[in-house]
């Protein structure tokens, strides 16, 4: 019988050691870089959702990529498209975007409901992400993602347009 506290012992003793020496890494995490700006835009996507098949297009543009997916899960295909850009590009892409009239546009009842198809922007800058469905209903803002978008399709597949 002591011989099998002891083992037990030793058990607990080793699980307690293994986890403490998990537990002292050193090593931390990089933090990702701060922007100096709060009000400068580090990222858009613009997704369409929906549809009877259940299609759809998303597109990511960072500073320095740009990301395109697109399928239907009623015949599960799925594609993806990736890119490289440099800043003017990511320049010109944004120019059309006004920060200031972010927090004024306006999103529209989602048209997923009866088979159509949602169209979502969303864009973030360090100091907030801004989400609009729909937000074509909003003529008044609207241009300046139409204008994003028709920018966006001069560097896109013919596939992903």
Same mark, same amino acid.
């Given at each position: 019988?002591?011989?099998?506290?002891?083992?037990?012992?030793?058990?607990? *003793?080793?699980?307690?050691?293994?986890?403490?020496?998990?537990?002292?890494?050193? &090593?931390?995490? #990089?933090?990702? +870089?701060?922007?100096?700006? #709060?009000? =400068?835009?580090? *990222?858009?996507?613009? !997704?369409?959702?929906?549809?009877?098949?259940?299609?759809?297009?998303?597109?990511?543009?960072?500073?320095?990529?740009?990301?395109? =997916?697109?399928?239907?899960?009623?015949?599960?295909?799925?594609?993806?498209? +990736?890119?490289?850009?440099?800043?003017?590009?990511?320049?010109?892409?944004?120019?059309?975007?006004?920060?200031?009239?972010?927090?004024?546009? &306006?999103?529209?009842?989602?048209?997923? !409901?009866?088979?159509?198809?949602?169209?979502?922007?969303?864009?973030?800058?360090? &100091?907030?992400?801004?989400?609009?469905?729909?937000?074509?209903?909003?003529?008044?803002?609207?241009?300046? *993602?139409?204008?994003?978008? =028709?920018?966006?399709?001069?560097?896109? #597949?013919? =596939?992903?347009?």
């Amino acid at each position: 019988m002591p011989t099998t506290k002891n083992i037990h012992l030793k058990i607990l *003793f080793s699980i307690l050691l293994l986890s403490a020496s998990f537990s002292c890494d050193t &090593k931390k995490t #990089p933090q990702p +870089a701060v922007s100096k700006n #709060p009000n =400068e835009i580090t *990222f858009i996507s613009v !997704s369409h959702i929906g549809g009877t098949l259940g299609e759809y297009k998303i597109i990511k543009v960072t500073k320095d990529s740009v990301f395109a =997916e697109k399928g239907a899960t009623a015949n599960t295909t799925h594609q993806e498209w +990736a890119s490289s850009i440099n800043s003017d590009i990511w320049k010109f892409l944004i120019s059309s975007i006004n920060v200031k009239d972010l927090d004024h546009i &306006k999103s529209s009842p989602s048209q997923q !409901s009866v088979d159509g198809i949602d169209e979502t922007f969303q864009i973030r800058t360090p &100091k907030k992400a801004h989400i609009y469905v729909n937000s074509f209903a909003d003529p008044t803002h609207y241009k300046q *993602f139409q204008q994003f978008k =028709e920018r966006l399709d001069n560097i896109l #597949p013919k =596939e992903y347009k």
